[in-house]
C-alpha cells in the first residue's frame, strides 16, 4: 500500500508540474531560510560551551555611577582577582586577562602582527585550552615564557620545535616558548594567538604598584565553588567594598556583579565599555529565530493554500476511493505522505540554495558559520525531524478536510465543506499579508534609522580623515619629523595624533568643581590630543581657546584641559564662566585649569546620549595619528604615509579611513538591515504564492458563476474586480493587523538610540499600497485568465 501511495504521489506531482513546482518552491524557501538562521543561533549560543567547569565560571564586572546613568565596566581593577579569593572562600580561583597593546613578536629578521593576551599563571586552572606540549601548570610562572597556538607556532616555526626557542616582544623583550596549546575554538569570547605572563608587562606592574582600585584595564574571571549562589558572593562584595573605601561617597563606589561565562557573548551589548571581545547580540538572535519560524510557517501556510485550491479537482477522486473501501485513516496516510514527499524534495532543494547562500550569509554574519554535517552529528537528524513536522504540519489541514468529504455528495458534484468564505485559508492569507506588511514596515524604518545616522550632525569632520594606528614608540619619538615631511606634501592638509580617535572615546575618570566643597564626583570620558586635534577634525570652540604651541603654558606642561558644553552644563557653569575654573581630576596629575570649552560631538554611537568629555594635552605621541588629505590621488597619498612610517618601525602599516571606523559602529544595525530587507521580500513572496493559490481555489469554485454573468453581458473588467474585491479586503485586515504590531515592535528597537527617527505615517501607508499592488498583480493573472475562458465550456455540463 506504501509504495502504491508513493507511485499515485509521483503521478500527481507530474500531472500538475507547475503547482508542483510552485509549492515546492515555496517550501524549498521557508526551509532554506530557517535552516541558515538555525545554524546561526545554534553558532551563537554556543559560545565558551568546551571549558570544563563552564557553568561554574563567571566574570565579574562593575557597575558604577555615569554621568547619563549607571554604567557597566567589563574591566576591573588588577586589585579584584588576589583579593577575592582571599575574603571569600566561595571562589576556588580567579585570574585577570588583559589584551596585548601593541602586539609584534619576531624571529631573527621576521616580525608577526598577532593580537594575543596577558594573563596571570591561574589562567589555565580558570580556563581548560588544552595543551598539545609543555605544562599547563607551569607555562606563565616565568615572566620571561610565552604560551602560541599551534597554528601561529607554524606559522612562526615551521616544522621545527617551537618549545625553548625564544622569540622577542615588541623587538625588544625575549620570551621563551614553554607552551603549544590547541587553536582557540571559534566560539569563544577570548581569541588570541599567544599568551604572555601578566607579570611580564610594565603596565600591569604599574597598576599593581599604585592604588590598584583606581586602575581598570583588566578582566577578572573566577570559579565559583558547585552549588554557591552567585547573587550571595555579590552581596557579600559589596559589603567588602563598602568596608575598603569607606573615603569614596556611597553614591561613587563601585559594586560588582558576576556574569556568566556562557552569558558574555550574547549578553554584553551594555558592557561595551572596556569589552575588548567581539560580541554578539541575544536581541537580534532572538529576533532571527522568530523571523525564521515566520518565515517556514508562511512556507506551511502557502503549501496549505495550494493543496486545498488543488483538492478540488480531487474530491472525485476521494469519493471513489471511499466507495471502493478505503478507509479515512488511509486516506490521511495518503495525502500525508504526499506532502511528506513534497516536503523532501524541497528539503533537498533548500540544502543546495542554504550551501549557496552560506559564503554570503557568513560574510554578512561576521561569522564562520559552516554546514557541516560530521562536525555536528545533530544536523542530519534535526533536517529529519524538521521535515516530519513540516510535512505535518502543512498537510495535516488538507488531509483531515479531504478524508472527511461525503462519497455520495461529492460524486453527485457537490463539495460540501469547501465553500466556507471563512475558512482557513483566508485566515492564513490574512495572516501572510500581516506578516508580510510588519516587515516591509520594519525595513522601512531600519533603513530610515540608518539614513539618519549617516547624515546626523555628528561635531566633527569624518570625511577623506586617514587614521593610524601607532604600535611603536619609535614612530611617538619621531612623530615631529616624520609630520614635517608629510605636510610638505599639498595633498596632506593637516595632522594631529590622539589617544583616541574621535568615534570612540571610551576612557572614563572623574572630575570635581575645585572650590574646596567635596562636590559630587562627575565621571567623564576623556582622552588626549595634541595641538592640531580640533583642526583636522573640525571641532568648534565655544569658548576659550584650544591647546596652542604659541602659549608657553601648554608648551611647558602646565595642567590644563578643554571640557565640553555637557561637562559644563553638567557642573552647572555657562560657557564663559567656565573659562579659568579649576577642577580636581582622578587621572593622576590633580588639579587642572580649564582654557576652552568645545562645542558637543558624538565622541560615541548615537546609541548613546552624549555625555561629559574633558580633553587633554598629550606631548607624547600615542594612541593614533590622524591626517586631513585631499581626495585626489588617495592611494598614492596613504602609500606616502606607508613608506614614512614603515622607515622607522617594523611593525606592519595600519590605516583605516574615519567613515570605515564611524561605520563599524553601526555595523549589527546595518546587519539587522539587510537581513530584514532579505526576509521581507521572502514573505511577500512566500504570501504572494500562498495567494495564487487561493485565487486559483476561488476562481475554480466560481467558474459556473462566471460563465452566467458573461452570458448575461459581464465584461472582463468587471469579472476581473468582482474576483479581486474579495482579496483586497484580506490585504486591508492584513493591514490593520500589521500597523499596531509593526509600531510596536520598531518603536522597541528605536529605543536603543539616544537619537532617533520618528515613525511616519507615510511608512505604513506605502508598505500597504505595496504589498496591495504585489497581491492585485498575482491575483489578476487568475482573474483574467477565468474571466476570459468561453463560457460555453464552464456551463456545458449543466
Not at 105 to 134: C, M, N, R, W, Y
Not at 234 to 242: T, V
Not at 271 to 276: E, H
Not at 460 to 479: A, G, P
Amino acid at each position: 500500500m506504501i509504495r502504491n501511495y508513493f507511485r499515485i504521489a509521483l503521478r500527481n506531482l507530474k500531472k500538475s508540474l507547475g503547482y508542483s513546482f510552485i509549492n515546492i518552491l515555496g517550501l524549498a524557501s521557508g526551509l532554506a531560510c530557517f535552516i541558515l538562521i538555525l545554524i546561526f543561533v545554534q553558532h551563537e549560543l554556543s559560545y565558551d560551551v568546551f571549558h570544563k567547569n563552564a557553568d561554574q565560571l563567571y566574570r565579574v564586572i562593575q557597575r558604577r555611577p555615569g554621568s547619563n546613568g549607571v554604567k557597566y565596566w567589563a574591566a576591573t581593577s588588577p586589585a579584584l582577582a588576589g583579593n577575592i579569593t582571599q575574603q571569600f572562600p566561595e571562589v576556588q580561583v580567579a585570574t585577570s586577562v588583559f589584551p596585548t597593546f601593541n602586539p609584534l613578536l619576531s624571529l631573527d629578521d621576521k616580525h608577526f602582527a598577532e593580537e594575543g593576551i596577558l594573563a596571570d599563571d591561574h589562567f589555565f586552572t580558570v580556563f581548560t585550552f588544552p595543551f598539545l606540549q609543555g605544562n599547563s601548570a607551569t607555562a606563565l610562572k616565568d615572566p620571561n615564557s610565552i604560551v602560541l597556538t599551534a597554528s601561529l607556532a607554524r606559522k612562526i616555526f615551521g616544522a621545527k620545535k617551537p618549545i625553548g626557542q625564544t622569540l622577542m616582544y615588541q623587538d625588544k623583550y625575549p620570551h621563551i616558548v614553554t607552551g603549544i596549546i590547541a587553536d582557540v575554538p571559534e566560539t569563544s569570547h577570548l581569541t588570541f594567538s599567544y599568551i604572555l605572563p601578566a607579570s611580564s608587562d610594565p603596565y600591569y606592574q604599574d597598576c599593581v604598584s599604585k592604588e590598584p582600585w583606581y586602575n581598570n584595564g583588566l578582566y577578572t574571571y573566577v570559579v565559583l565553588a558547585k552549588g554557591v549562589d552567585a547573587k550571595q558572593v555579590e552581596k557579600g562584595m559589596r559589603r567588602y567594598i563598602d568596608k575598603n573605601l569607606a573615603d569614596w561617597r556611597p553614591e561613587d563606589r563601585m559594586t560588582f556583579l558576576f556574569q556568566p561565562l556562557k552569558d558574555i557573548h550574547l549578553k554584553s551589548q551594555h558592557l561595551a565599555t572596556f569589552a575588548f571581545e567581539k560580541s554578539g547580540n541575544d536581541k537580534y538572535v532572538y529576533l532571527f529565530l522568530a523571523i525564521g519560524f515566520i518565515v517556514l510557517l508562511l512556507a506551511c501556510a502557502n503549501y496549505t493554500n495550494l493543496a486545498v485550491a488543488r483538492s478540488i479537482r480531487r474530491a472525485q477522486e476521494v469519493g471513489i476511493r471511499k466507495v471502493a473501501g478505503a478507509w479515512r485513516w488511509q486516506l490521511i496516510g495518503q495525502f500525508l505522505g504526499e506532502s511528506l514527499i513534497m516536503t523532501f524534495l524541497a528539503l533537498i532543494l533548500a540544502i543546495a540554495m542554504v550551501h549557496f547562500a552560506l559564503p554570503s550569509f557568513s560574510q554578512l554574519m561576521e561569522r564562520p558559520i559552516r554546514m557541516d554535517y560530521l562536525a555536528n552529528p545533530l544536523l542530519l537528524p534535526g533536517l529529519l525531524v524538521l521535515t516530519l513536522l513540516v510535512s505535518l504540519i502543512s498537510g495535516s489541514y488538507p488531509a483531515l478536510l479531504m478524508s472527511r468529504l461525503k462519497p455520495v455528495q461529492v460524486l453527485k458534484g457537490k463539495q460540501v465543506g469547501l465553500t466556507s468564505r471563512f475558512t482557513l485559508q483566508r485566515i492564513l492569507t490574512v495572516g501572510q499579508y500581516a506578516v508580510s506588511i510588519t516587515l516591509l514596515v520594519g525595513s522601512f524604518i531600519i533603513y530610515k534609522q540608518m539614513q539618519f545616522v549617516q547624515h546626523q550632525q555628528l561635531g566633527y569632520n569624518r570625511e577623506h580623515v586617514l587614521t593610524i594606528k601607532v604600535n611603536d614608540k619609535n614612530v611617538s619619538q619621531q612623530y615631529a619629523a616624520i609630520r614635517e615631511e608629510l605636510l610638505r606634501n599639498p595633498h596632506v592638509v593637516a595632522m594631529s595624533y590622539s589617544q583616541s580617535l574621535p568615534t570612540t572615546v571610551m576612557t572614563m575618570q572623574s572630575m570635581s568643581r575645585w572650590e574646596g566643597s567635596g562636590d559630587h564626583l562627575l565621571p567623564t570620558n576623556t582622552t588626549s590630543i595634541d595641538y592640531d586635534f580640533l583642526n583636522v577634525y573640525g571641532i568648534q570652540l565655544v569658548a576659550g581657546r584650544g591647546f596652542s604651541r604659541q602659549f608657553g603654558a601648554d608648551t611647558l606642561g602646565a595642567p590644563t584641559a578643554l571640557i565640553n558644553e555637557s561637562a559644563v552644563k553638567a557642573l552647572g557653569w555657562t560657557s564663559k564662566e567656565a573659562i579659568g575654573k579649576e577642577f580636581d581630576y582622578s587621572d593622576g596629575r590633580g588639579r587642572r585649569t580649564i582654557i576652552g570649552v568645545v562645542k558637543d560631538f558624538h565622541f560615541n554611537s548615537i546609541h548613546q546620549a552624549l555625555g561629559p568629555l574633558v580633553l587633554t594635552l598629550n606631548r607624547d605621541p600615542s594612541g593614533y595619528i590622524a591626517a586631513k588629505i585631499r581626495p585626489e590621488n588617495l592611494q598614492g597619498t596613504v602609500a606616502l604615509f606607508e613608506n614614512a612610517i614603515k622607515r622607522v618601525t617594523p611593525y606592519p602599516f595600519e590605516y583605516q579611513f574615519l567613515d570605515d571606523n564611524f561605520n563599524k559602529l553601526y555595523k549589527s544595525d546595518l546587519r539587522l538591515g539587510e537581513m530584514f530587507a532579505s526576509f521581507t521580500l521572502l514573505a511577500v513572496f512566500i504570501a504572494s504564492l500562498g495567494l495564487f493559490g487561493l485565487a486559483a481555489y476561488s476562481t475554480q469554485q466560481r467558474m459556473k458563476e462566471i460563465g452566467i454573468r458573461k452570458v448575461l453581458g459581464a465584461t472582463v473588467p468587471g469579472i476581473v474586480g468582482l474576483l479581486s474585491k474579495d482579496y483586497i479586503k484580506l490585504v486591508f485586515i492584513g493591514f490593520i493587523i500589521a500597523v499596531p504590531l509593526a509600531w510596536y515592535i520598531m518603536n522597541c528597537w528605536l529605543q536603543d538610540f539616544a537619537y532617533r527617527v520618528d515613525i511616519a505615517w507615510w511608512i505604513f501607508a506605502l508598505a500597504g499600497i505595496f504589498t496591495l499592488t504585489i497581491a492585485l498583480l498575482t491575483v489578476i493573472f487568475q482573474s483574467l485568465k477565468a474571466a476570459w475562458m468561453n463560457p460555453v465550456k464552464t456551463l456545458k455540463a449543466e
